[in-house]
């Protein structure tokens, strides 16, 4: 499976030639309409809205606009938090030829490609250092789209959730985790498609998890990395939150405390109830996280400009002959593959992963 890319600005895309690619917070990502770097991306996630509204339950002031309530119901979880994302497109006959062909590409896009290395059997999947990839799932409707299948699908989500939850306790704690895990995932996994819909779609989203621990007493700790962000009226705060507790009643909702801090010091600290009340715009700001992943390509590097691109594909799909030469654009796996399958085999055997989840069927996003 061969991926390419297109990155605003070429410093940003040479980053690949040291392994890097970078990733856009997934708080900003389902919250923003502002699309930036891979155009083709529905970024703002109806099936992700759906379903963390479903299980995240909570009190606002009366009067908060809906934008708003959808912003904070974002904060409140704390599966979004240092979470990132990127897309890439595979590329296919025909396909990838319409997908240059759009007019969003201009002077300033450069390209890269990604061809990894598939841990598992039957899937279009790719595991490394906390994170994962697969392919997109396409579907008609939210009605369509299934836990299992999806998990299935995608096997390495499996072992994403052992490395932070391998202390759990195998009970409710960890079925409680489970059950999070699957909301926060399978809804980036599938596309439903709608108008916006176009056969140049063909995409491959990596899911970042940055490090962090599951205890067997329920508590998580965390790394930040990068402190939530917004703007608020052109200004920059940090976003700051208090749960009191997981599910402090029967109906599952949770008293709150999100405050705003000013990086500005002249600037004073806003509750959520004074950003309603004056009516303040808020806009999510975003944050990168890059991942190395040299240890999971077979081959990547930086392609240039779009008519470089469009030879590059050309080449790959069409021509026969040898792979170019490794230089400074093009770089090659040099270790043994062998040394690298503890990635999946430490934590599960494959029959293992195909087991792994209880089975919820189709209709879950209703």
């Known amino acids: ?116 290395k598939l841990p598992l059997p039957n899937s279009d999947s790719v595991l490394g250092l906390n994170y994962c990839g697969g392919r997109m799932n396409y579907v008609g409707s939210q009605y369509d789209i299934s836990d299992q299948e999806t998990l299935l699908q995608n096997p390495c989500l499996t072992v994403l959730f052992d490395w932070e939850s391998y202390k759990c306790a195998t009970g409710p704690t960890k079925e409680e985790h489970l059950s999070r895990f699957d909301h926060l995932v399978v809804p980036l996994l599938n596309r439903v498609v709608d108008e916006q819909f176009t056969d140049k779609e063909n995409e491959f989203r990596i899911i970042v998890r940055t490090p962090r621990m599951l205890f067997s007493d329920g508590h998580t700790e965390y790394r930040i990395g990068h402190p939530q962000r917004v703007q608020i009226d052109g200004n920059p705060y940090k976003v700051v939150r208090t749960l009191h507790g997981y599910a402090t009643d029967r109906l599952g909702i949770q008293p709150i405390d999100l405050r705003f801090v000013p990086e500005n010091p002249r600037l004073r600290k806003l509750e959520l109830l004074d950003v309603v009340e004056k009516g303040l715009e808020v806009a999510p700001i975003s944050e990168f996280e890059s991942i190395d992943i040299r240890d999971t390509a077979i081959r990547y590097g930086y392609i240039g400009d779009l008519e470089q691109c469009r030879s590059f594909v050309q080449r790959e799909l069409y021509e026969s002959g040898p792979l170019p030469e490794e230089d400074e654009n093009n770089h090659y796996f040099h270790g043994n593959w062998d040394d690298y399958r503890y990635i999946v085999e430490r934590y599960r055997t494959w029959d293992e992963i195909k087991g792994g989840y209880r089975p919820t069927g189709k209709g879950f996003y209703d």
């Open 1 to 116: 499976m061969l991926l390419i890319r297109g990155i605003q600005g070429e410093d940003f895309a040479k980053d690949i030639n040291r392994g890097l690619v970078g990733c856009r917070d997934l708080v900003s990502l389902v919250s923003s309409e502002n699309q930036t770097g891979y155009k083709f991306s529905a970024y703002n996630e109806p099936i992700y809205k759906v379903a963390r509204n479903k299980r995240l339950k909570v009190f606002m002031p009366r009067d908060t606009p809906e934008p708003l309530r959808d912003l904070v119901r974002t904060y409140l979880d704390e599966y979004t938090f240092e979470t990132y994302m990127t897309f890439f497109h595979i590329v296919s006959p025909g396909v990838t030829e319409k997908w240059l062909s759009n007019s969003g590409w201009d002077d300033t896009t450069r390209f890269i490609y990604y061809e990894p």
